[in-house]
């Protein structure tokens, strides 16, 4: 990845935190909503910031419906009394919760809170609607804001409020609903690996890690630039441990009342921080062509002159039928309009000068890695091919980039101490065998401030004693600094 | 339209308001949140309710990006403090505000309101971000959950939360913000005309019936079949009322300082009750065929036998490429299947039984009319050419029947005597000539339980005497009941 810079942007080796939020700024992705009248923690999402969760949204949406899952909206509020009834899920939620105690000047009678996650209201309204095994599979999904007061908030990775979406599906047996859970966090590392270009390692939550309530948590981490992992998806089997407690049963095939099996599972705005910590440089945002809000940059470096912009127009017209294309007329220079199209994480920028107009040949100026391309303006089915070809390749490119960098930063480790001396230098995994234990986990996370991201799907090697207690038979395990 | 009854659905002429209800419940569409752990008031929007929302959502936001309307997303929660700066604006929404106190156990140091609408965080980061004119217009819009407290709730029409679109847009002039005014309520009109299929009257509200600190606010209304009236949209303008209390400026091309020119406007999920209420009857559901769900169920008449099942594929291989068929493979009776298919609103509706397989012709069941048309199953491209031109028809149908009951039950008047005593029983608009006082309104409303609904864009007849108090030169205005 090139190694430019822009003055407006504090480079990431000097203040990687400073570098992120200097890229948002920048980028115009987002702004502070304490700055806006509303809650510290909270963000507005600009255009470009909002258009990203758009394009997540519908390439989503179209694997969600290959499955049959449907959407749906349950409402915001939650009665306290019914958020109360599952034990273990109201204690991980309970200090995060914002409440609405009064309307207008009238006191409620009730107390409601915000949802911070719809497993509570998903769990009703199927007690309710639920009644024969020719329902099920139940899938179901919705796209929403929750509500998670959080102290220490960071822009799309950390956020009092934040958007995404949460799947519920009620299953007919227990097996059946161990594999939807499991495909799901397939599918989730399929898009973040194919669409977002990062790399992802899929594997089971520690008992500690896991969910508010969950009987098995998969996930998908993701390594970002500054060595420190973010867990980018999560997907919760639940067995019968809600439906019994919100007693959501059915007559099975054998015509007996059963209890159902149930899943849930998410992705959030975080993504978004993901995909520019994962991805971006010194000069700006990165962004894969799947997922960049525009995919080309016109750039009219003569604005006023009729022949510039017919020639412009040509090439919009040619591309933007492919293509989701912005043109910049500014009256600014060129390497100013260059910059500004690099700052935004454009993959191509073509401008359009009088060398362009007299040689009929433009160049694809290419953001991830700087490189250029010439092609003829004439040859419309040569121009677009090359420009799909470089999209691809882009996309490529960048996953390379972020699985190499995952790989390379791998550390392998048996030792507990060298653990310890490492773990404040180290950017990157650490991989290790772990006992599993809550009390094991509690002692490392609080010596080093690191925790367990995942247990790999596939195993690592075979199982060892654990690096920290020795208890012998322990999985490998990756450890992390995390977001 | 068709005088078909089904057993479980009030006929409409007994009791409409337990009609609607029974569509709804029957057409699966909502459930009530107070059922499901939820606050009174709100709703859970199932998935044929949302799939609604989502086609609604789908065809606006195309029609947006025409005119480079961007979308974003502001936060849920606003500051009291924050809120209070424009007095007319929180004097109309602060008894409906629900009101955040408190995070866990701990009392927040300033309230939150969730939004009832977000003029005031729109305005907060217009006046951050805005500095020049080359900035505007600058069109904004989200898509998002507000709660605004009611007393008496029905489902989509009025609910304490519900989902909506509001765009805000600052503009370089008076002119250019007016006619961007104009520009959207007439988006709206044609929307709901030709999508929703549902005549409209367009035309500006009464000062008594504007937006709170709104300077001029355009309106789309719509007639019901109970003679009731629904405003189906809005579109503000606010001058620059807010811009001054909120500061925002921009530098314009004498480069002076100068305040913004506001907008406003929005649609919201009662579009789903007007729907409901416009065109469905006694058997359920009636739905166009731009917003409904599914198009065309296909009805397998003997689900277990391997014959039908590879015709039943073979049509939905041909028309699941052109249109959203949805397949009813249960073991039940045909009709049983038939209604089921009319509750929900199938525009089309196409049984493969025996006859069907033996002749190679099938049968499209409009939903609408319930008329029948047969088509030979070997003619693919008649078969999909039949469709669309049915599913165009329904449209055109629907929009006919809607228009001609606006019109034929329109009653012009210009005594208040013979309206107060016309309008217990008159179903549908009044057009009078109105003084638009807004203590003569306040007398009208008190008396006769009906708003003015609009002041038609284009004016019905010469202005006149009011039909209440006399004033001369007084424009013809509309009035009704209204949901």
Chains 1, 2 share one sequence.
């Not at 019914?82 to 009730?110: M, R, W, Y």
């Not at 915000?114 to 497993?119: A, D, F, L």
């Not at 960048?398 to 550390?411: A, G, P, W």
């Not at 060298?418 to 509690?442: A, N, S, T």
Request: aromatic share 10%; net charge positive.
């Amino acid at each position: 990845m090139n190694n430019a810079k822009n003055k407006n942007i504090t480079a990431r080796e000097i203040d990687f935190a400073k570098w992120y939020t200097d890229v948002i700024k920048q980028a115009e992705l987002c702004d502070y909503g304490a700055e806006n009248g509303s809650a510290a923690g909270t963000i507005i999402f600009r255009p470009r910031g909002y258009a990203i969760w758009e394009n997540i949204q519908h390439l989503l949406n179209q694997k969600f419906k290959i499955l049959n899952i449907e959407n749906v909206m349950l409402p915001l509020l939650i009665s306290q009394k019914a958020f109360q009834v599952e034990k273990d899920h109201i204690e991980g939620f309970a200090p995060e919760c914002a409440t609405v105690t009064k309307v207008g000047n009238n006191q409620l009678s009730e107390e409601l809170i915000i949802r911070p996650t719809s497993e509570v209201l998903f769990c009703r309204h199927f007690s309710k609607i639920i009644s024969s095994y020719k329902q099920l599979p139940l899938l179901y999904n919705q796209w929403c804001n929750v509500v998670r007061w959080e102290k220490n908030t960071k822009p799309f990775l950390r956020t009092s409020e934040f958007l995404w979406q949460e799947g519920h599906t009620m299953h007919n047996n227990d097996e059946e609903a161990k594999n939807f859970t499991l495909k799901m966090i397939k599918l989730y590392a399929d898009f973040v690996e194919q669409q977002l270009a990062i790399k992802v390692i899929v594997g089971a939550k520690t008992i500690h890690e896991r969910f508010a309530g969950a009987k098995m948590t998969y996930t998908i981490e993701t390594m970002m630039q500054d060595g420190q992992a973010l867990q980018a998806g999560t997907s919760h089997y639940f067995g019968q441990e809600f439906t019994k407690v919100f007693n959501i049963k059915f007559s099975n095939k054998d015509n007996k009342q059963e209890l159902g099996y149930q899943t849930s599972w998410g992705v959030s705005t975080r993504l978004i921080g993901a995909l520019i910590m994962a991805h971006s440089d010194d000069l700006g945002l990165v962004l894969p062509s799947t997922i960049a809000p525009h995919q080309i940059m016109l750039l009219n470096l003569s604005p006023k002159s009729d022949k510039f912009k017919i020639t412009v127009e040509r090439i919009f017209k040619i591309l933007s039928s492919h293509f989701r294309v912005l043109i910049n007329e500014d009256n600014k220079s060129f390497s100013y309009k260059k910059s500004e199209s690099q700052i935004k994480g454009i993959p191509i920028t073509i401008a359009i000068g009088e060398q362009e107009i007299e040689n009929q040949v433009i160049k694809l100026i290419l953001r991830h890695n700087l490189d250029t391309i010439d092609v003829e303006i004439n040859n419309e089915k040569l121009l677009v091919t090359t420009i799909i070809n470089q999209l691809n390749k882009l996309n490529k490119d960048l996953f390379n980039s972020s699985q190499k960098k995952l790989n390379t930063s791998l550390k392998e480790l048996t030792d507990f101490n060298e653990y310890h001396k490492l773990v404040k230098i180290h950017k990157g995994f650490f991989i290790v065998p772990f006992c599993d234990q809550i009390k094991c986990e509690e002692e490392i996370k609080s010596l080093t401030g690191t925790t367990s991201r995942c247990i790999p799907l596939e195993p690592y090697k075979k199982p060892s004693n654990c690096f920290k207690c020795q208890t012998p038979n322990s999985v490998w395990t990756y450890f992390a600094r995390s977001y």
